[in-house]
């Protein structure tokens, strides 16, 4: 009966790490461009299949298009985090299936005003919590190479954390 119960358990254990890799997305913010609501360094965490949740206000990690061609998917891969301003059922001039997404950091953001409408499609999770916060303040500066490559570039998301694929 013991065995039964570990093995229940180690069953129980297994599914949840499945599902959470599933429907999960760890994330470390690299840039400026969702200044102030999101710094470099905070790790965000987001739930996978946002279909459901796209809405004004609402902020996501969707697929970058390629910058130069604009076009999708970029090589190598980048996600972005940006706030959807609108969605084909808030205003008449967004297209259906597509979404306005847009950094609150105008300045720094590579966003909708640069690319157009993104596809809903790709919009990959929205974001739920912010699970720590990154580097704040003066004791923590950026070096000068780091702050230049930054203000070039959108706020992106990379690497995965603790191993949750993208």
């Given amino acids: 009966m013991r065995w039964l119960a570990l093995g229940v358990l180690a069953g129980t254990a297994v599914t949840a790490a499945w599902l959470a890799r599933r429907l999960l997305l760890v994330v470390t913010v690299s840039g400026d461009s969702m200044r102030p609501a999101y710094r470099d360094g905070d790790t965000l965490l987001a739930v996978r299949r946002p279909a459901l949740g796209l809405r004004a206000g609402r902020v996501v990690v969707a697929e970058s298009p390629d910058r130069d061609t604009l076009t999708w998917p ?7 985090i940006k706030r959807v301003a609108a969605t084909a059922g808030d205003t008449g001039r967004v297209p259906a299936g597509q979404v306005e ?5 105008a300045a720094a953001s590579f966003d909708s005003r640069q690319i157009g409408f993104f596809p809903a499609e790709r919009v990959i999770a929205v974001v739920v919590a912010r699970l720590r916060q990154g580097r704040r303040g003066p004791e923590n500066p950026p070096n000068s190479r780091r702050q230049a490559r930054d203000t070039e570039r959108e706020e992106t998301i990379h690497g995965q954390v603790d191993g949750i694929a993208g």
């Fill in 74 to 80: 970029a090589r190598p891969p980048t996600l972005l």
């Fill in 101 to 105: 997404l847009l950094g609150d950091n």
